[in-house]
């Protein structure tokens, strides 16, 4: 499986899957963004499909955002209906 993001304006858009074949390059890739951003906005709504490696690897990436003084702001409807269960 793979994953793409998309960029519009400081939007960044996450298509495809979000699994552990993918996770690490996802995480370099936002660790990229976010330091060249003070703020980001990610949507999932295109998103299919989020596994615990996933999971994890958005929580690494929030600890990150908070350390270095940076702010990642969450869109998509997927998504947030993911959260409610964890």
Known sequence: MSFRINTQNSMFFIEGTLDATTVKKFKNDLKEILELHSEIT???????????SGLKALIELNLFAFENKKLIKVEGKQLKEFYKIA
């Open 42 to 52: 990610i949507n999932f709504e295109k998103l299919e499909y989020v596994s615990f």
